[in-house]
Structures are given as structure tokens and as C-alpha cells.
């Protein structure tokens, strides 16, 4: 996952490019060819070092089409890539050009490399027009290798990229490679194109122990398609020639692509109409188009359509359309359909969301998960969605996706509410994450809930400094962000937050109810014992509430149950305490939720809490997240019995390099954290052991599995 530091505005997105990447998968090929050293011709490409370094503009010597511009230059960098255009890289240490937000890239091997011996870099353009070839050189090359190795896995590559004048057709040539002393390991490396994002961009893929001429094509990211990396490891070499080609292929003339949908993922009834829903239609062919058609279908708990037609469209431009505005009022999901007429490419005719009509929520995010994250580092903001409520309504809760990254446990964040002007008019108490919250929508209970009538508001997270960086708030990818959505504020407020849409769908949701809370909430929150769920709430303050209803379900399910119901105080200005048992639970994750009631009948409800109960009687060692692991990796097991247990931690030559004693612990589920950097390990195969002491039979055991860490 790449983590974005906002107020840099890293992402530089070429939209109205977006869908012109004219290469695929299915026209690449892995060829047997001739390498030849440029020697002596051309220009060296100079930079200040061999290390994290970017070139100045270097001429291509002809006109290049990619990614539906044309360009005459581009800017090396040492990390085994090219960046089309006059503009260097934000930055130089970029290791992963599919996680970066650079666009235009050619990556014949990306990762953190330095110079070998002699190393050089240059460009040279052979041939005359219309077929000139521009060549560009890595010679003698390395890996970086970290203090507690001692030496690069090999100790020296050389390979070209050939950019092919009017075809535009892309080479990486392969020459020779020499092994370094360090004993062979699996190295992760991409080797590549990409346009605006990692969806546009065709990647190599192969295990580090497979030969480079068996190496196969993807199109999009590698964790998109679930394969591996372009692996390689210093006893498995390419042999001089090996030549990844990547073939343009022609626009067609007439291809209207519906690239987006915006609208909201979750949308309450009453409090989120009437919703416009909007289309990004980009012009994907070659020529000119005129007099579009553009159609809306919303089909499933509601039923609605509307068509609009663009004039005129330019080739590679995009327009946005926005449709007439309708009201859902019945529950459960919708499906949108957006849709052009037939052309020349229908593949991209037609593009679908869902759209969950509910009682209470606002999000733009849908279910699925996060992937990225934004946030402040070290320092500190707001980070906020934009949401327009109809009628009156409180605003009581704000749900904030948490990243799955162990650099965000321990930090202090809080949630806020702000008015259209940017003022904070409710707040929610402090929170500290926990490993149970990452990966998950954590639930913020605003103390005061505020009114929104009829206006536009804010909701978000508020991000405390810290001396490590940490990325609290994920999201999902929207290339553009819709305008009007996302936003970013100083901590304190008091100025109108400032607009973002280079950084994707900020994962926060809005909870609105008719009626603030009758009770102000300190404390939900529950464990599970054998098969009993016990749960526990605590309020500060009670003001002319009746009683609380407890309600369950599975997860996966919408059909909440009534399992018990406490008596409220009433009127209250001390804290109380309540406890509620459900006992006989089977396995399966519960969510659990209060209703809380007013003696007027007004009720709102509480955060989720989930609790699982395995039913595993045994113990598991579950694979360690994230592996590879270049920094902070996490030990994930399960307990069925009480036990003792301890990690150790082994290189492959069998020697031992950390013993960390976990102690007695309860039956559950567990992560323990461990830091490779801090064990200064170099990359290669390690392998972990899970001790454990049976605390009712006294029985011995142990469990391994594997990890591997890059550098």
C-alpha cells in the first residue's frame, strides 16, 4: 500500500489521457534478441550520483506517442526507470513504480539500485525517420544492499529501453549480469509501462526461480491480477538478448468510454435527496465524436433513468454529465448503470456501481476495502468528506476506514464534524488505535451531536503530530476524485477546508438520526468466554431516556435481532455502567449495537461492536502480513486454549536471531509485531517458529512458517 502525504499533492493525474493507453498484455512478447553496448555512441547521461538520483530532460530525438500525448523527451532515473516528458519524478527513491504516483513510466527494472563497477548511463538515437530507434542504457549497475549485508545480489546488470519511432512500439533488452557474493535470494523488481495509473500499465511477471524467457504479460498491478512481482534472484540469469517488447496497438476511430460513475456508495433516505449521480465520459478512439448519447438506469430497490447527450467530444478528452436528480425511498440496494451508445470498442460501453439506499449513513466509499492511504506523516490536519444533508438531521457518528498498517496503532486521533464554513461544531473523545482496529471502519460517537439543517458539512478525522509517520485514514481509487468531496484543514480549524481530488475516495462515513442521542455514550465495547458474549457501556450523562434495546447479527447480514432490553436511567448527570451477557453464541463474527431509546420514542444508535468466536480448539500460525516485508511485519495466531508462547526466529542457515517470549496468554486472536529493520535483516527467506505451552494438558508444541523480506 502506498502512503500519501497530504498537502504535497503528489498524485499528477493526466485525465484527459486516462483511457488511451494503447498497449495490453495480449500484444507483448518475451523474444530471444541481440543486446548491443552502445560503447562510445550517443550521450552519457549524467547525475549526481548513482544512488536515488534523477537526470536532467534528455531528448528522445524524434516524437513519441504514449498514453495519448506525444513526447520528445524524458528524465532517467537510477532506480531502473524512465519518466516520459521534461518533468522530474517527485522525488528520487521511488522503488515500486506501480505503488508511486508517477505517470509515463518505462521500467525495465525498478528497484533501489546504485552503481557497480564503471557504471554509466546513456541515450542514443540510431536510424533516420520515420523509424528512428532511441536508446536508453543502465550499464554496470547494482543492487543496494543494506550495512548488515555484504554485498549485492549481483554485482553487475546492464540493460536498455528502445523507444521505436511511428510504431511506438516499447523494447527492454537484456544484456549481461554477474552474480554477487551474497548467497542467491528472491529479489521482488517491476518491469513495466504505465500511463496515468497502475490500472493502465502492463507489467512482466515471473517466480524468482523461473527463467527469464518463460516470463509472462498482465495487465494492471500485480496484486490486482494476484501474481507474482518480475522476481529474480542472482543464480537465475537472464542470457544476453532476452527482449520484453511491448506492442502499440491502434486507437479505433469512434470509442466513447464511460471511465466513472459518481455518486454515493451509501445514501440515507430522506436526509441524501434528491442525488445527482454524474458520469465521466472520456473519448477513447482516434477522431473526434458528436452528439453522444448518455444514459443513467437505476434498477433493484429503486427505479429510475434519465439520458443526456455531449455535443462534442475531442479525441482523448473527457466530459462530465450529470443527470437529472431522483429520490430513493425504498431500503436496500441499488444498481447503477451507465451507459453509451455501440462504437467501435463496446468493451467500455457500459460501467456499474451499487448503491446502498439506507437509514442513516452517508459514504462515498463502497465495501470493498482500502487501497491506499492518506494522511499528514508526522504532523497534523484534518483530513474530511463533504456531504449535503436535506432537511434537519444530527450528525452523531462518523466511521473512518483505518488502514492495516502497525504504524498506526498508539497514535491519538479524534473525529470531527465541521459546518460549510469550516468551523468544528462537534467533536468526538479522543481515541487511541489499537491492533483491533486497523483494517476496519472504527466508529467515532460524537459527544454533542450537532444540527444540520438543510447545508453542506464536513466530517473527518483529526490527525495528532508524531515523531513517526503515520497514514491514518484509507481510501480507494477515483482517478479524478469527484470534485467537492474530499478536503484537508489545518487541525484547528476555522478556515474552509481546502478541496482535493489527486488523492482518491477518502474512506469516511457521516451517521445522521432525527434526534441526538438521549445518552451520551462513553464506553461500547464487549469479549467473548467460551460460547457467552459479555458487553459493557458506560454513560457520562442521561437526559429523558427509557431504555436500551441490545441487537446482534451476523456479519455479512442485515437482519438485526432484538436479544435483550436494560432499563436507561432516565435523568442522569453522573456516570453509569451497564453490563448485558448473551450467552450460547455459535461460531461466527457478531456484530453487536444498542438502541437507545427516549421516553419520547425518538431512539438513535450506538457504534458496532464485533466479536468471533472461532470454535477453534487447536492453535494456528497464520501466514505473517504483510510478507514480503521490507520494515514492519505482524505474527498472526490463534489460541483455541490457554497457553505460553514464544517466537523465535531463524535465518535459513539455521541460526537463530530472536527469541520473543509472548507469556500466558487467553484463548483468542492474536498479532505480534516485528520489525526487520530494527533486526537489520538482509533480504532473503527467513523462517519463524511458534512454541506452545498447552496451559490445561501441559503438551509441547511448535508451528513454523515462512517469510521473506526485501530490501
Not at 184 to 190: D, K, R, V
Not at 614 to 634: A, M
Request: hydrophobic share 40%; charged share 10%.
Amino acid at each position: 500500500m502506498k502512503k500519501l502525504l497530504l498537502l504535497f499533492s503528489l498524485f499528477a493525474l493526466y485525465f484527459t489521457a486516462f483511457s488511451q493507453f494503447s498497449y495490453t498484455a495480449a500484444n507483448a512478447l518475451n523474444v530471444a534478441g541481440t543486446y548491443t553496448d552502445l560503447g562510445t555512441s550517443g550521450t552519457v547521461i549524467t547525475t549526481a550520483g548513482f544512488d536515488d538520483n534523477n537526470s536532467t530532460a534528455q531528448n528522445i530525438g524524434f516524437t513519441f506517442f504514449f498514453n495519448g500525448a506525444n513526447f520528445t523527451q524524458f528524465i532517467l532515473n537510477t532506480n531502473g526507470f524512465i519518466k516520459l516528458g521534461s518533468a522530474a519524478p517527485t522525488g528520487a527513491a521511488i522503488y515500486s513504480a506501480l505503488s508511486s504516483t508517477e505517470t509515463n513510466l518505462i521500467y525495465p527494472l525498478n528497484l533501489d539500485l546504485i552503481g557497480g563497477t564503471n557504471p554509466e548511463y546513456r541515450v542514443f538515437t540510431s536510424g533516420s525517420a520515420p523509424t528512428r530507434i532511441c536508446t536508453i542504457q543502465f550499464k554496470n549497475v547494482a543492487d543496494y544492499f543494506p550495512p548488515a549485508s555484504t554485498a549485492s545480489q549481483f554485482q553487475e546488470m546492464n540493460f536498455q529501453v528502445k523507444l521505436y519511432e511511428t510504431s511506438n512500439n516499447i523494447e527492454f533488452v537484456y544484456g549481461s549480469f554477474v552474480a554477487g557474493a551474497t548467497p542467491a535470494a528472491a529479489y521482488l523488481t517491476e518491469a513495466g509501462i504505465k500511463g496515468s495509473t497502475a490500472a493502465n500499465s502492463v507489467n512482466v511477471t515471473k517466480g524468482s526461480n523461473t527463467a527469464w524467457a518463460s516470463a509472462s504479460f498482465v495487465n494492471n498491478s500485480y496484486d490486482a491480477n494476484a501474481v507474482n512481482a518480475h522476481n529474480i534472484r542472482n543464480n537465475v540469469l537472464p542470457v544476453p538478448g532476452r527482449t520484453y517488447r511491448f506492442a502499440a496497438v491502434a486507437l479505433p476511430a469512434n470509442d466513447a468510454q464511460v471511465s466513472n460513475i459518481y455518486s454515493l456508495a451509501k445514501i440515507p433516505v430522506g436526509y441524501g435527496s434528491p442525488h445527482v449521480v454524474s458520469a465521466v465520459i472520456t473519448n477513447s478512439g482516434a477522431g473526434a465524436l458528436a452528439n453522444v448519447g448518455v444514459t443513467l438506469s437505476v434498477t433493484g430497490a429503486n427505479i429510475f433513468s434519465d439520458a443526456k447527450t455531449i455535443a462534442n467530444l475531442a479525441a482523448g478528452a473527457s466530459a462530465t454529465v450529470s443527470f437529472a436528480a431522483y429520490s430513493p425511498a425504498n431500503l436496500g440496494t441499488n444498481t447503477l448503470n451507465v451507459s453509451v451508445a455501440a462504437d467501435d470498442n463496446n468493451s467500455n460501453n457500459t460501467l456499474t456501481t451499487t448503491q446502498l439506499v439506507n437509514s442513516g449513513t452517508f459514504s462515498y466509499a463502497d465495501n470493498a476495502g482500502n487501497n491506499s492511504s492518506v494522511g499528514y506523516g508526522t504532523g497534523s490536519g484534518l483530513i474530511l468528506t463533504r456531504y449535503t444533508l436535506s432537511g434537519s438531521g444530527y450528525i452523531t457518528n462518523v466511521n473512518v476506514f483505518i488502514p492495516n498498517a502497525t504504524t498506526i496503532t498508539g497514535n491519538s486521533v479524534y473525529a470531527v464534524v465541521l459546518d460549510n464554513a469550516g468551523t468544528i461544531i462537534g467533536q468526538s473523545a479522543n481515541a487511541v488505535i489499537a491492533a483491533a482496529d486497523l483494517g476496519t471502519y472504527k466508529n467515532f460517537l460524537i459527544t454533542t451531536s450537532p444540527l444540520i439543517n438543510s447545508a453542506g458539512f464536513f466530517v473527518g478525522l483529526a490527525q495528532t503530530a508524531n515523531a513517526t509517520a503515520y497514514f491514518p485514514v484509507g481510501t480507494q481509487t477515483e482517478a479524478p476524485a469527484r470534485a467537492g468531496a474530499f478536503y484537508t484543514a489545518p487541525l484547528a480549524a476555522g478556515v474552509a477546508p481546502a478541496q482535493n481530488t489527486t488523492l482518491g475516495k477518502f474512506m469516511i462515513e457521516a451517521v445522521v438520526a432525527a434526534f441526538p442521542l438521549p445518552v451520551k455514550l462513553t464506553d461500547f465495547s464487549g469479549r467473548i468466554a467460551e460460547d457467552i458474549s459479555y458487553l459493557t457501556w458506560s454513560t457520562a450523562s442521561e437526559l429523558n431516556s427509557d431504555h436500551f434495546e441490545v441487537e446482534k447479527t451476523l456479519v455479512g447480514t442485515t437482519n438485526w435481532s432484538v436479544i435483550g432490553k436494560m432499563a436507561a436511567a432516565g435523568y442522569s448527570n453522573t456516570p453509569r455502567k451497564y453490563d448485558f451477557t448473551d450467552a450460547g453464541i455459535t461460531a461466527g463474527k457478531w456484530l453487536y449495537r444498542l438502541k437507545v431509546i427516549d421516553r419520547d420514542a425518538s431512539f438513535a444508535y450506538s457504534p458496532v461492536v464485533m466479536l468471533e468466536l472461532t470454535g477453534n480448539k487447536n492453535f494456528t500460525l497464520r501466514q505473517n502480513y504483510p510478507n514480503p516485508v521490507k520494515d514492519i511485519t505482524l505474527f498472526r495466531y490463534e489460541l483455541g486454549r490457554d497457553a505460553a508462547v514464544v517466537f523465535e526466529l531463524f535465518g535459513m542457515d539455521g541460526r537463530k536471531i530472536m527469541n520473543q517470549q509472548q507469556g500466558s496468554l487467553k484463548k483468542g486472536v492474536y498479532t505480534t509485531p516485528v520489525d526487520v529493520k530494527l533486526l537489520a535483516l538482509p533480504s532473503g527467506k527467513y523462517i519463524y517458529r511458534m512454541l506452545i505451552k498447552d496451559k490445561v494438558t501441559g503438551q509441547l508444541s511448535s508451528l513454523t512458517r515462512e517469510m521473506n523480506v526485501i530490501k
